[in-house]
């Protein structure tokens, strides 16, 4: 059973470009988080969706980010126009129910310049 | 809302010396605590967790105690080695102020073991 799988481990971005990360979550797992870890940061909590829907976007920055958990295929956390403060490390974590423990994946590394 | 405080490093140590890293919270309900790994260039790992007041997570040698009068969770190490050189981050799950799993992190504390 692969764990949670993020893709791409890097990406490097010019500032007012779009960035689009993927997140496959463990199999069996149908609950997805999203957090952003700025350089020399804990972790922030940014987005909650189970298939389909967002549960809890609370931490989400109000304009030019988004995510998404389809049906089928990877969670997509999207930013648009990126500017060089959303240069961070950006996590993904699976868990199969609600209330259980989340697995984390190896995250992506966003450097806008 | 929730919040977590963990000492701030870097804690530097040579080789077998006792490791604690301070980690209080604060939180509505009754939360999970947690304590995670980070080894450079990785994602986050579990290291250990309890749930309920007085429990003791214990993994690898590394252990913490729930402590609900404190409202702490220290991690501790008996002896230390250079693989656990890393950054620890505490955290909470309190599910009286979110629907989900949703973590609430410490800033992280790093630590250097030298040989």
């Known amino acids: 059973n692969a764990g949670v799988m993020q893709n791409p481990r890097h990406l490097v971005r010019r500032r007012g470009q779009e960035a689009r990360l993927r997140c496959s979550p463990m199999?069996?797992?149908?609950?997805v988080y999203w957090y952003r870890q700025l350089p020399e940061e804990g972790l922030k909590f940014m987005v909650y969706l189970q298939k389909e829907n967002i549960i809890d976007e609370s931490g989400m920055p109000k304009e030019r980010f988004s995510a998404e958990f389809p049906k089928e295929g990877p969670s997509i956390l999207r930013i648009q126009q990126v500017v060089r403060g959303d240069s961070a490390a950006y996590f993904c974590?699976?868990?199969?129910?609600?209330?259980?423990?989340?697995?984390f994946g190896q995250g992506t590394r966003l450097t806008v310049v | 809302g929730d919040s977590v405080t963990q000492m701030e490093g870097p804690v530097t140590l040579s080789e077998e010396a006792f490791l604690t890293i301070n980690c209080t919270y604060t939180a509505t309900g009754y939360p999970s605590l947690f304590w995670y790994v980070q080894y450079p260039g990785e994602g986050l790992q579990l290291l250990l967790k309890?749930?309920?007041?007085?429990d003791k997570g214990s993994n690898k040698g590394f252990e913490a105690t729930y402590r609900k009068e404190t409202t702490s969770f220290h991690l501790e190490k008996g002896s230390v080695q250079v693989s656990d050189s890393a950054v620890y981050f505490c955290?909470?799950?309190?599910?009286?102020?979110?629907?989900?799993?949703?973590?609430?992190f410490g800033g992280g504390t790093r630590l250097m073991v030298k040989p």
């Open positions: 955290a909470l799950s309190d599910l009286a102020n979110n629907a989900g799993n949703m973590l609430t």
């Open positions: 309890a749930t309920k007041a007085d």
């Open positions: 199999k069996g797992h149908s609950h």
């Open positions: 974590a699976s868990s199969p129910q609600q209330n259980t423990e989340a697995f």
